[in-house]
Structure formats: structure tokens, C-alpha cells
């Protein structure tokens, strides 16, 4: 099972930006997409954005404009550029290795520690 360890949380003010990290141990054939979740208490995991393989993306609509996934496949790492950032998004942020099955991204149990962002004025 690949190793995820997310880095770049951290507190910033409404309006401010963050780029998040996830360092990948391995890649691992089938695994061929990448996806950031977030997660507050009490709620479920939710789907921020996901890369496919071959570059398409896909973003919850309460980011769309404002965050960008990437990735850099020489490094096994994905990023998150969060932008116009607001308290709602407030979260433990989660990298997730997957794939996309009938044009859905599709989560496996590879999960990285997580990374506070917390938007406070």
C-alpha cells in the first residue's frame, strides 16, 4: 500500500492562499489518479478534487475558481493551490490514491495523516 504524507496546512486569514503537499512512497499500477479530500467533525470525508491520468480534473463546486490540483510525477507528489481561501473551508485536508470508474473518481484506503487548514480572522 502507497505512503501519503500531506504537508502545507496551516492558519491563514479569509482572502489568503495555501498550497498543500502529498508525497506519494510509490506509485502503484491501477492507482493512477490522485484526489484531495477534506473532513471537519461530525461530517463525512468530502471529494475537494481529483486528477485523473491523463490530466482532467474534477473540483466540488465550492472550490471550482479557486483551488487547482497538480501534480509532479517525477517527485510522486500532488498539490492543492488553495486560493480566495474562506472559513468554510476550514478542514483536515487528506490525499487520497484512486482511480476513475464510470466517470467518477473512486477512493481507496490509502490515506495520508491529514493537514489542518484553518481560515480565521
Known amino acids: 500500500q502507497v505512503q501519503l504524507v500531506e504537508s502545507g496546512g496551516g492558519l491563514v486569514q479569509p482572502g489568503g492562499s495555501l498550497r498543500l503537499s502529498c508525497a506519494a512512497s510509490?506509485?502503484?499500477?491501477?492507482?493512477?489518479?490522485m484526489a484531495w479530500y477534506r473532513q471537519t467533525p461530525g461530517k463525512q470525508r468530502e471529494l475537494v478534487a481529483a486528477?485523473?491520468?491523463?490530466?482532467?480534473?474534477d473540483y466540488t463546486d465550492s472550490v471550482k475558481g479557486r483551488f487547482t490540483i497538480s501534480r509532479d510525477t517525477a517527485k510522486n507528489t500532488a498539490y492543492l493551490q488553495m486560493n480566495s481561501l474562506k472559513p468554510e473551508d476550514t478542514a483536515v485536508h487528506y490525499c487520497?490514491?484512486?482511480?476513475?470508474?464510470?466517470?467518477?473518481?473512486?477512493?481507496?484506503?490509502?490515506w495520508g495523516q491529514g493537514t489542518q487548514v484553518t481560515v480565521s480572522s
Open positions: 510509490k506509485s502503484i499500477s491501477g492507482l493512477d489518479a
Open positions: 487520497n490514491v484512486g482511480w476513475y470508474f464510470g466517470g467518477t473518481y473512486r477512493s481507496t484506503s490509502s
Open positions: 486528477l485523473s491520468r491523463g490530466g482532467n480534473t
